[in-house]
Nanobody, 127 residues
Framework: QVQLRESGGGLVQAGDSLRLSCAASGGAFSAAAMGWFRQAPGKGREFVGRIARHGGNIEYAESVKGRFTVSRDNDKNEAYLEMDNLKPEDTAVYYC????????????????????WGQGTQVTVSS
């Protein structure tokens, strides 16, 4: 069982930046593709970005493209979500997720693709 723990959320003003971290344990982190999702109150879980096990094949949701950056450090068993120019509509609980399945031919933008999830970290952006 892969265990994930997010950190780095907080309360910021519009235009500020945050970097979220996702620490993995209990499994082979380097063998897992990673995804980032978010969920605002009253809404479903929304895809944010993903990265393949070797750091390539990075994709983003259109709503965050150009502002958010997904990365990973397999030596540290960590994944990251750098968020720049934050907007109030970015306010949500952010989750990291992992899958041991290949992302090729899969619906990587869907939560059901990922077997392992962190507990989430709150990001609040004030206007």
């Amino acid at each position: 069982q892969v265990q994930l723990r997010e950190s780095g959320g907080g309360l910021v003003q519009a235009g500020d930046s945050l970097r979220l971290s996702c620490a993995a344990s209990g499994g082979a982190f380097s063998a897992a593709a990673m995804g980032w999702f978010r969920q605002a109150p009253g809404k479903g879980r929304e895809f944010v970005g993903r990265i393949a096990r070797h750091g390539g094949n990075i994709e983003y949701a259109e709503s965050v493209k150009g502002r958010f950056t997904v990365s990973r450090d397999n030596d540290k068993n960590e994944a990251y979500l750098e968020m720049d120019n934050l907007k109030p509509e970015d306010t949500a609980v952010y989750y990291c997720a992992a899958t041991m399945k290949s992302l090729i031919g899969t619906r990587w933008e869907l939560p059901r693709t990922y077997e392992y999830w962190g507990q989430g970290t709150q990001v609040t952006v004030s206007s």
